[in-house]
């Protein structure tokens, strides 16, 4: 029945009063949604963007330490096979 009210006022004369103010209100609903929407789309870009970001800054430390602590490994295992294997006590 509204919109029947709506279509007799319009077609009485008086659209303008009636009809537009309940369009501006659609168009102006239709606009904070669609803002709510694109800030949201920001918000989860830029979420994921901070996750990949840290992400490969944790496998650049993992990966480095992982390298320098075999590396370390290895100069110590070297060292302890050399001090292990020199002619020390051959010499005495």
């Known amino acids: 029945m509204k919109i029947q009210n709506i279509i007799k006022i319009s077609n009485a004369g008086n659209y303008y009063v009636i009809v537009l ?35 490969i800054i944790s496998i650049i430390i993992i990966s480095s330490s992982s390298s320098f602590s075999s590396s370390s490994f290895h100069i110590l295992q070297g060292s302890s096979g050399a001090s292990t294997n020199c002619d020390c006590t051959r010499s005495l």
């Open 21 to 55: 103010p309940i369009i501006i209100i659609i168009i102006i609903i239709i606009i904070i949604i669609i803002i709510i929407i694109i800030i949201n789309i920001i918000i989860i870009i830029i979420i994921i963007i901070i996750i990949i970001i840290i992400i």
